[in-house]
C-alpha cells in the first residue's frame, strides 16, 4: 500500500509507521510517493479494502489516528467535487451497548469513534434496514447538506413515509429528459438511499408524463431538516437562509428552479413561496452574493429575476457544481469563464478585423437591390427575399442581447428563428440562400432553430431585413445597429449608406401587396384551416345539425412586443384592412390575450389566395395552402356542397397540418425568385370596390345616431364637485352583442366598455373630448327623436370648456328610406319573430306569420317631448299600425307597431337588404327573411316549408347558441 499512496504528507506518514513497526511488529516498508494519475489504476478500492483490514484487527487510537490522517490528506489532494465518495468525520457515541441485531453491518460494529458516511465508505444501496442506533450515528457533511439545501428550496420535498414512521425522508423528481441531474444527485446522496432511482408517471391534461424520482432512508438527520422546513406543514424558506444558501446550495437552487430568458438573465421560478419568503431571499442574493435582483409577479406568484449585469459574478462562483448540460440555466454565454467578461472590451475589435469592413463594402442595398446578398446566386436572378425575412424574423424570430429601453452591453447581438423539425430541408436550402448562420437541434428534436450569431452575419443581416420591418421588433433591431456603430464596427461610408432608419417605419406604405413580407409573417404565425362538418339526423329523419364546409386563414399574434412593450395593434389592423377583415382579441386557456385576425368570407379568402398565388409560402405550410387553395377554388365556385367533393374535401382536411405525413419539397427552387406580379391589388379591386362601397352606404353616423337614440344616453356631471369629470357617452348592449360594441370602440378609438354581469350587459363608454368630438361629427344633424337634447348639452359643454364652435343641428326630417337610421334603432329597441301555430295546439287552422316589432316609450322623460312623431313616421314607412300597449308589471304605457303583411315584409327586405343591421338581430333576420320569403311567395304551408318555419323558430333570438361575426366587417 505505502508504494502506491499519493499523499502529499510524507513524514507524518513515515512516523506512523515506525510507530506502528515497533509497537506491533510489523514490517511496513518506506516507498517513494507515487503520483500517477488515479485512473490508471484502481488504487482508491484497494485504498478501501485495506481499510476494511486494519478496521478488523487493528482498532486502538494509533490505528484510528493513522486512518484519519490517511483520509484528511487525501481529501487535501483530490478535488472538492469527490469528497463525497469518501467522507469521515468524528462522532460521540452512546456509551450503552448497542442491541443484537443481524442488521447491523459488522464492519460498524467495530469503529466506535469514527462514523463513515454508507456502509464501508460506499452505497448502502440495497443493505437491510438499520437499526436505530446506526440511523442516530448518522449526520449530514457540510457538502452533502448544501446540496440537500439547494434541492429543498428548487424542487425538493421532505416527507413521513407513514403516519408510523417518526423520521422524515428526502424526495427528489425531475422529467426524464433532465435524468442526467437526477442520476448525479443519487450518486451525491446513495449514501443515504437504499433504492435507485425509480420511473414515475403522471397525467396532466389527459397526457401521460414520465419522470424520474429518487427516495432517500427515513434518518433523524432529515426529520431535523423538516422541521427547518416545514415548521407549520408547509414548505417556507428558513430564517437561517443566509448560512444556508452557499455556492453549491445556489446552484441546486438555480438547476432546479432556474431558466434563463432570450433576452439574458436568470429566472429563479419561487412561485410556491409567499412574497415574504421570495423577499428574505432577494435580501440574500442582493447582500451575500451582490446579485442585482427584482421580482417578478405572474398570476399573483413572486419570481426572482437575476439581472445579466450580475452573471459576471454569479457565474465563476457556482460554476464549479454545475452540471455541463445544465449550462443553458445561466444565461446566453453566460457558462464562459470569468476573463472572457472582463477581457471582452480588449477582444472586441480582435473578433472581426478589417477584414469585416472589407466584406461589408460588397454589400449593396441601395434601391432594394440585393444581388450580392447572397454570392452562390447567379447575377442575372433578382434577389428579392430580404423582405420575406424581415416578416419571417418578425414573425417567429427572436433577438438575443436586447434589453428592454436600454443598449446592448456586453452580449453580442444575435439571431434565433425555431422551425418544427419536419421544415429541416426548407432551413436548410433558407440558410444555403441567405448564406448566414447554422441549425442547432432542441433537446426535445422536435424543432430546430437557424442560429446567425457571428457579428458580421448580424449586422450585415440586420442591415438588410431593416428596411422591411414593420413590427416594434424594429427597434430592436435599431438598437444592434447602433451597437455596431458604438463599437467601432463600421465607418462614416458604411454609415451614409444606412436608410434612414428613424423615419422609414413611420413611412412604410400600409399596401401589403408589393413585396412578400407578409409571406414571411405568415411563415411565422399564419394558419389554414378547412372547415367539414357532416350532415347529421335523428332517428325520425330530422337534420339535428347542418353540413358546414369553408375555409379558414388565421393570424394569431400576442398584444405586445416583450421588449420594447409596444403593441401590435397598428400592424395587425393594416394587415386586417387589407385583407377585409376584423381585428379581433382572443383569450387563451393560459389567460393571456392575443390579437387575432381570421379570414373565412369569399372576399377576404380570395384576397388571401392572389396574395400568396403571387409571394408564395416556401415552408410545410406552402402544402397546407395548396390544399386549402383547392377547396377555395370550390367555394368561389360555389361547388362546395356537391356531393363529389366531399371525399376530396374531408380528406384534405384531416391531410392538413399535423396530420401531414407526405412533404414534397419542389417548390424550394423558387426561394429568392422574383416572381413578377401584374398588380396584386388590381386582382382583389372587385373585392375591395365591395369593401368601398359597403363603406360608403354604411351611413355610420346614421346608424350610429339610431342605436344612440334606442339604447343610448348622455352623463353630463351636473354641478362641479372636488373632482369633475368629462361627460360620457353610453350606448348598453346586451352582453351577447359585445362583439358590436368593441368594434364600435375600435372605430371611434376612444373609450372603454364596462361590463354589468347582474344585467348580463355590457356598456360601450367615450368619455375622452377626442372621442366625444368624433361621435358629434357622427351624429350631429342625423338624430330625429327627443333624444337631441342630450347632444344639444354635451355640445354646449364643449364649447363652454374647450373652446370649440359646434353648432347644433336639427332633426333629420328626410324619408327614412334614404339612410340606415333605421337599422340603428331596430339594433337597440326592434325584434323579429315567426309565429307559428299548430291545429293540435286548439286553433281553428294551422297560422304562419313574420313579425318585425319595435317599441319605444311614449314620452322623453327629462323634456316630456313626445315620440309620436318619428314612431308614426316608422309605421307609415313599414306600413302597419302604430298603437299603444301598458306593462302589467310596472303599468308603463308604451308605443308600439308589428309589422307582418307581405307589402310591409318586402319593404322589411328590401330596406334591410340595403341597410344592414350589425348586432345579433342580424343573424335573426337573416333566418326570419328565409320565412319571410316563403310567405310572401306562398310556400309556408307546403311540407318544406313547414319544415323550414320549425328549422327556424329552433335557433332564433334566445334560442340562438352560434354567433358570426363576419357581417361586422362592413362597419366602418
Not at 450503552?96 to 462514523?115: F, Y
Not at 361627460?727 to 348592449?733: D, G, L, Y
Not at 326592434?830 to 299548430?838: C, E, I, P, R
Request: proline share 3%.
Amino acid at each position: 500500500m505505502n508504494s502506491y499512496l499519493r499523499i502529499p504528507k510524507l513524514n507524518k506518514f513515515n512516523e506512523l509507521i515506525d510507530i506502528l513497526n515497533i509497537r506491533h511488529g510489523l514490517k511496513i516498508d518506506k516507498h517513494p510517493i507515487q503520483l500517477q494519475d488515479f485512473n490508471k489504476d484502481n488504487w482508491l478500492a484497494g485504498f478501501i479494502y485495506a481499510l476494511k483490514f486494519l478496521f478488523k484487527f487493528f482498532y486502538n487510537v494509533e490505528v484510528l489516528y493513522f486512518l484519519a490522517i490517511i483520509l484528511f490528506t487525501y481529501f487535501e489532494y483530490i478535488e472538492l467535487s469527490s469528497l463525497y465518495l469518501m467522507y469521515v468525520v468524528p462522532v460521540r457515541v452512546s456509551k450503552s451497548k448497542p442491541k443484537k441485531s443481524s442488521t447491523l453491518a459488522e464492519d460498524e460494529k467495530i469503529c466506535k469513534d469514527l462514523v463513515l458516511w454508507g456502509t464501508n465508505l460506499g452505497s448502502s444501496l440495497g443493505n437491510p434496514r438499520l437499526t436505530n442506533v446506526v440511523r442516530n450515528m448518522i449526520k449530514i457533511p457540510p457538502f452533502h447538506y448544501s446540496v440537500i439545501v439547494g434541492l429543498l428550496l428548487s424542487d425538493g420535498w421532505l416527507t413521513f413515509s407513514s403516519n408510523k414512521n417518526k423520521n422524515a425522508r428526502l424526495g427528489f423528481k425531475q422529467s426524464l429528459d433532465r435524468s442526467t441531474y437526477v442520476w448525479i444527485v443519487f450518486n451525491i446522496l446513495s449514501h443515504y438511499c437504499s433504492n435507485g432511482p425509480h420511473l414515475v408517471t403522471s397525467t396532466r391534461a389527459g397526457k401521460t408524463h414520465y419522470a424520474l424520482q429518487i427516495f432517500t432512508r427515513s434518518l433523524p438527520c432529515f426529520t431535523e431538516l423538516h422541521s427547518l422546513f416545514y415548521p407549520q406543514g408547509i414548505k417556507i424558506i428558513p430564517m437561517n437562509i443566509y448560512n444556508l444558501l452557499t455556492p453549491v446550495a445556489f446552484a441546486h437552487l438555480i438547476m432546479g428552479d432556474g431558466s434563463t430568458r432570450p433576452t439574458g438573465g436568470i429566472m429563479l421560478h419561487t412561485n410556491s413561496y409567499t412574497i415574504k419568503d421570495v423577499v428574505m431571499l432577494m435580501n440574500v442574493l442582493m447582500i451575500k452574493y451582490r446579485l442585482d435582483c427584482t421580482m417578478h409577479m405572474n398570476e399573483g406568484k413572486p419570481k426572482i429575476f437575476i439581472r445579466e449585469r450580475s452573471s459576471v459574478f454569479l457565474v465563476p462562483l457556482i460554476k464549479p457544481y454545475f452540471i455541463p448540460s445544465l449550462y443553458y440555466k445561466l444565461g446566453v454565454r453566460l457558462h464562459k469563464d470569468q476573463e472572457y467578461y472582463l477581457n471582452l472590451a480588449n477582444k472586441k475589435k480582435k473578433l472581426i478585423g478589417n477584414s469585416f469592413i472589407k466584406n461589408y463594402t460588397t454589400l449593396t442595398y441601395k434601391g432594394g437591390d440585393y444581388n450580392t446578398f447572397n454570392k452562390k446566386n447567379n447575377e442575372s436572378e433578382k434577389f428579392d427575399i430580404a423582405p420575406y425575412l424581415a416578416g419571417l424574423i418578425e414573425g417567429k424570430g427572436i433577438i438575443n442581447g436586447v434589453r428592454k429601453n436600454k443598449k446592448i452591453n456586453n452580449i453580442t447581438p444575435s439571431y434565433e428563428i425555431k422551425f418544427s423539425r419536419l421544415d429541416l430541408p426548407y432551413v436548410k436550402i433558407l440558410i444555403e440562400k441567405v448564406g448566414y448562420g447554422k441549425i442547432k437541434f432542441c433537446k426535445n428534436r422536435d424543432n430546430v432553430i437557424w442560429e446567425i450569431s457571428d457579428n458580421f452575419s448580424v449586422f450585415k443581416l440586420t442591415c438588410i431585413i431593416c428596411e422591411h420591418m414593420r413590427t416594434p421588433m424594429y427597434k430592436s433591431a435599431l438598437q444592434i445597429i447602433n451597437w455596431f456603430k458604438d463599437n467601432s464596427y463600421t465607418t462614416p461610408e458604411i454609415e451614409s449608406d444606412f436608410p434612414l432608419l428613424n423615419q422609414r417605419l413611420e413611412a412604410l406604405p400600409l399596401d401589403f401587396g408589393n413585396n412578400s413580407w407578409l409571406a414571411g409573417f405568415i411563415e411565422g404565425l399564419g394558419s389554414f384551416g378547412i372547415i367539414f362538418t357532416k350532415k347529421e339526423m335523428d332517428e325520425l329523419g330530422k337534420i339535428t345539425k347542418k353540413r358546414k364546409i369553408g375555409c379558414r386563414f388565421r393570424i394569431e399574434q400576442r398584444m405586445f412586443d416583450p421588449i420594447t412593450n409596444e403593441s401590435y395593434e397598428p400592424i395587425l389592423k393594416n394587415i386586417a384592412l387589407f385583407l377585409g377583415v376584423n381585428l379581433t382579441i382572443v383569450k387563451r386557456n393560459t389567460g393571456k390575450e392575443y390579437f387575432n385576425i381570421t379570414a373565412k368570407s369569399r372576399e377576404s379568402i380570395t384576397i388571401v389566395k392572389n396574395y400568396l398565388n403571387t409571394y408564395p409560402l416556401f415552408s410545410s405550410k406552402y402544402l397546407d395552402y395548396k390544399d386549402w387553395e383547392i377547396v377555395v377554388d370550390f367555394i368561389l365556385r360555389q361547388t362546395h356542397y356537391d356531393e363529389d367533393n366531399f371525399d376530396l374535401i374531408e380528406k384534405l382536411k384531416n391531410g392538413m397540418n399535423n396530420n401531414r405525413k407526405n412533404f414534397n419539397w419542389a417548390h424550394l427552387s423558387k426561394l429568392g425568385k422574383t416572381k413578377k406580379s401584374q398588380d396584386l391589388l388590381e386582382k382583389n379591386l372587385k373585392y375591395n370596390d365591395i369593401i368601398v362601397n359597403s363603406v360608403s352606404c354604411n351611413n355610420l353616423g346614421s346608424y350610429l345616431a339610431g342605436l344612440f337614440e334606442g339604447d343610448g344616453h348622455i352623463w353630463i356631471q351636473k354641478q362641479k364637485g372636488k373632482k369633475t369629470h368629462n361627460p360620457r357617452f353610453c350606448i348598453t348592449f346586451g352582453l351577447k352583442n359585445e362583439a358590436l360594441a368593441k368594434k364600435l370602440l375600435s372605430i371611434i378609438g376612444s373609450g372603454f366598455i364596462r361590463y354589468k354581469p347582474k344585467d348580463n350587459a355590457c356598456v360601450l363608454v367615450v368619455s375622452p373630448v377626442v372621442g366625444l368630438k368624433k361621435i358629434i361629427n357622427l351624429i350631429n344633424g342625423e338624430l330625429r327623436t327627443p333624444k337631441i337634447h342630450q347632444l344639444y348639452n354635451l355640445i354646449d359643454w364643449l364649447n363652454k370648456n374647450h373652446a370649440t364652435n359646434i353648432n347644433k343641428l336639427p332633426l333629420n326630417k328626410n324619408n327614412l328610406e334614404n339612410n340606415s337610421w333605421l337599422s340603428g334603432f331596430v339594433d337597440a329597441d326592434g325584434s323579429f319573430s315567426v309565429q307559428y301555430t299548430k291545429t293540435e295546439e286548439g286553433a281553428k287552422k294551422r297560422k304562419i306569420s313574420c313579425r318585425l316589432r319595435i317599441e319605444q316609450r311614449i314620452l322623453d322623460p327629462v323634456t316630456n317631448d313626445s315620440y309620436f312623431d318619428i314612431l308614426n313616421e316608422i309605421s307609415l314607412f313599414l306600413n302597419c299600425n302604430l298603437l299603444t300597449r301598458t306593462q302589467k308589471s310596472t303599468n308603463n304605457t308604451y308605443y308600439t307597431l308589428a309589422a307582418s303583411s307581405k307589402v310591409s315584409l318586402d319593404i322589411i327586405i328590401n330596406y334591410f337588404n340595403k341597410y344592414p343591421l350589425f348586432s345579433s338581430k342580424y343573424l335573426d333576420y337573416k333566418d326570419w327573411e328565409k320565412v319571410a320569403y316563403l310567405i310572401i311567395n306562398n310556400e309556408h304551408y307546403t311540407e318544406q316549408g313547414i319544415t323550414t318555419v320549425e328549422f327556424v323558430r329552433s335557433q332564433m333570438n334566445t334560442k340562438r347558441t352560434e354567433f358570426n361575426w363576419d357581417h361586422l366587417n362592413g362597419l366602418y
